[in-house]
């Protein structure tokens, strides 16, 4: 069983800026992907950004080039830096992660990001 911690969400300004941290658990050695989704009221869940074992990168269309995930290997983290945010942003962002070798999939418990106009 793999727990990832999330930290970072709060409320920001129009155009501020925010950092999202993710920790699992797991060891990178198991890591497939791991990645950001959000959530926002009466909304599906859709994804925002993810980073591959390999480190290659995509991104929602409604976020390049403002937001960027990176990853810190010996720690297991997995970083969301969102930049210029708007109230559109505004939702329940989750990390998640797919295991190596089992192929399940991890989700976080959530942290809120509110934008204020």
């Known amino acids: 069983q793999v727990q990832l911690v999330e930290s970072g969400g709060g409320l920001v300004q129009a155009g501020g800026s925010l950092r999202l941290s993710c920790t699992a658990s797991?060891?990178?050695?198991?890591?497939?992907?791991m990645g950001w989704y959000r959530q926002a009221p009466g909304k599906e869940r859709e994804l925002v950004a993810g980073?591959?074992?390999?480190?290659?990168?995509n991104y929602a269309d409604s976020v390049k080039g403002r937001f960027t995930i990176s990853r810190d290997n010996a720690q297991n983290t997995v970083y969301l830096q969102m930049n210029s945010l708007n109230p559109e942003d505004t939702a329940v962002y989750y990390c998640?992660?797919?295991?190596?070798?089992?192929?399940?999939?991890?989700w976080g418990q959530g942290t809120q990001v509110t934008v204020s106009s």
């Open positions: 980073i591959t074992r390999g480190g290659d990168t």
């Open positions: 797991s060891s990178f050695f198991s890591i497939k992907v």
């Open positions: 998640n992660l797919e295991h190596r070798f089992t192929r399940e999939i991890y």
